[in-house]
């Protein structure tokens, strides 16, 4: 236990003093506040289409715009611009090390295969969860400061959800969890083209296009796609909306989780096998 | 050599896809003695090496570092070897520094003193600070033989540890090296393409070739006390000559790579060398070349230069 939490303390100073590390979470430092502070100072023409929209069914009074619904599109990030950060890291860890041949220093010690793996996963998945959580709070954060709280509307597939400030906070927060188990199964597919790879190039070139094409098959109107599009990850991407509808629908936040887990349970297994069984020759 | 060797390997093979890269390689090493791997690019010595460490499987053999039998044996042994494998391949983005506490921590090292201790061992002390992605390649050739050392293993394994150094840094690499071995006791095994190296550094030598072990043995045994004469037969009938060989007492066909063929004469079982030209020549088969290899200069040389020879 001891050297395995050394191990990790190893892998996480390492992962997280690499460039592509620290960028990622400069592209959130950066991008986020400015999206904010665009929202703030020129949200009319966004609180606009919104209300154009509402107005036939609803008497829209006020500004529908504050600090709380400002995070909700924020959010949106989540689809493809998170993934790309997380996968960037994901898929650095083991091929990156491939490559650069640290590798096998790393594996040439004391430590097990095993044992340096997991680390390796934790970090991983960690950074996804730092990612997603660092982007969410620090837009509700800046979101409270410019625009202030408020009730929070989000648009779900079939209608209008209408929270409390008073609830607006917690399901905000279990919308960032949901968001980083999402982004925990890129990471975990990213790491498993990892492992198979030997740079770092292609484990996110691969995960993308796994992603993107998943998307595609997930968002299109195709019946002869319908058998699948509930076991596509990406089709369970929208888990952090349903967590925020009101009431929320336990049913297919249930499915989601379960396709979730079983695909981060999947493919890190898959890692754990293929990895120890692997030549290192580069 | 007597007593228990610190490390034993038996029969090691290895293929990848359809090359052979190991075959049948055995050899042991006891504490203190430092042992010169030999051979060409290619020849299978980074593979051997990548096998005693657990980065690469073999297909077949086993081998013993210090009381574990491997494959099977416990991680925990690796505590007590030290490694640098092709290069010194460390963590650019970090200092010397870090990258010490690094590994040395993996290995059980937490103690500053002693990172100091062999930081200074390797002249690097004061640009402990600095990022190693800022070094020279002999600057991270001595990194990388610090943290190999740094836990002071019984068992060292150097995978051409001289790469990239100019003179100057080679001799100390050697001295360095040379003194680990008699001061410490620690068991050495270094593996280099360079003879000279090999001939300055090593107590013992192992030449391999294309995965076999082709001599093995002190540096002047090997020179003055061959049992069997080395020949290299090159022949548009390469093939057939093996087969007709094959079936004659006290010759062995080593290798055979296209029109070439590697021959073991034994000396007084087999035919005498001057005779050979003239049998073969008499059953029919033309040569294009027939030459003693047996000198290890030669027999090193003619691989490093045969191109598909040594490979």
Redesign the interface.
């Known amino acids: 236990m001891k050297l395995w939490l050394f191990q990790l303390a190893v892998e996480f100073h390492k992962t997280f003093r690499k460039p592509r590390a620290i960028v990622g979470f400069l592209a959130v430092l950066v991008v986020i506040p400015v999206v904010m502070i665009g929202i703030a100072t020129g949200g009319e023409a966004i609180e606009k289409e919104f209300a154009r929209g509402l107005s036939e069914q609803f008497l829209v009074l006020g500004s529908l715009m504050n600090g709380n619904t400002a995070t909700i599109l924020v959010l949106n990030f989540l689809w493809v611009h998170v993934p790309l950060l997380v996968t960037l890291v994901a898929g650095d860890t083991v091929a990156g090390e491939a490559a650069t041949g640290t590798l096998r220093i790393t594996l040439s010690r004391r430590p097990g295969r095993g044992l340096v793996l997991s680390a390796k996963l934790v970090v991983s998945l960690c950074y996804a969860i730092a990612l997603v959580f660092l982007l969410g709070l620090l837009a509700l954060g800046l979101g409270q400061l410019l625009m202030g709280g408020g009730d929070l509307m989000v648009l779900t597939g079939y209608g209008i959800s209408m929270l409390g400030e008073q609830e607006a906070f917690g399901r905000l927060l279990l919308a960032l969890a949901t968001g980083a188990l999402a982004m925990m199964t890129v990471a975990s597919l990213t790491f498993f083209f990892g492992v198979l790879a030997e740079n770092s190039l292609t484990p996110v070139i691969a995960a993308m296009a796994v992603i993107v094409v998943c998307l595609a098959i997930s968002g299109l109107p195709i019946s002869s796609f319908d058998w699948l599009r509930p076991w596509l990850f990406t089709s369970h991407f929208d888990l952090w909306t349903l967590v925020l509808e009101n009431p929320v629908p336990m049913d297919l936040v249930r499915d989601s989780l379960l396709v979730h887990l079983g695909y981060i349970l999947v493919l890190n297994g898959l890692s754990w096998v293929i990895f120890l069984r692997k030549d290192i020759r580069t | 050599m007597s007593g228990t060797p610190i490390l034993e390997v038996d029969s090691l093979r290895k293929r ?1 896809g359809r090359r052979q890269v190991l075959d049948g390689i055995r050899f042991e090493l006891h504490a203190g003695e430092i042992l010169g791997f030999l051979g060409a690019n290619g020849a299978g010595k980074s593979t051997t090496i ?1 096998i005693l ?5 073999p297909d077949s053999g086993s081998f013993r570092i210090l009381d574990q039998h491997f494959p099977g044996g416990k ?2 042994v ?2 007590r ?1 030290g ?1 640098l ?3 010194a ?6 200092s010397a520094w ?1 990258n010490l506490r ?2 040395g ?4 090292v937490r103690d500053p003193g002693r990172l100091e201790e062999v930081l200074r061992w390797v002249g690097l002390y004061d640009r402990r600070k600095d990022k190693v992605g800022g070094f020279s390649q002999g600057m991270r050739q001595r990194l990388g033989l610090a ?1 190999a050392i740094l836990h002071q293993p019984e068992l060292l394994i150097l995978d051409e540890p001289t790469t990239g150094l100019d003179p100057a840094g080679m001799r100390e690499m050697r001295e360095g090296i040379r003194s680990l071995a008699k001061e410490s006791g620690m068991a050495v095994l270094f593996s280099s393409h360079i003879l000279r190296e090999v001939e300055l550094l090593a107590d013992r030598v192992q030449i391999i070739n294309l995965g076999h072990m082709v001599a093995e043995g002190r540096l002047e045994d090997l020179f003055e006390h061959l049992p069997y004469r080395l020949v290299e037969v090159r022949s548009a009938r390469a093939g057939e000559i093996a087969d007709w060989l094959r079936a004659r007492p006290g010759l062995e066909v080593l290798n055979r790579q296209e029109e070439r063929l590697l021959l073991k004469v034994h000396r007084g079982q087999a035919p005498e060398l001057a005779e050979l030209p003239q049998l073969l020549f008499r059953e029919g088969f033309p040569l294009a070349e027939f030459r003693a290899a047996d000198s290890l200069e030669d027999l090193f040389l003619d691989r490093t230069e045969s191109g598909e020879m040594g490979r």
């Not at chain 2, 921590?105 to 059980?108: A, C």
């Open positions: 990848y990548r460490l657990s980065l690469v499987f991680r925990s690796y505590g070897v490694a494998v092709e290069g391949e460390l963590f650019e983005h970090l870090e690094m590994l921590g993996m290995q059980g943290q």
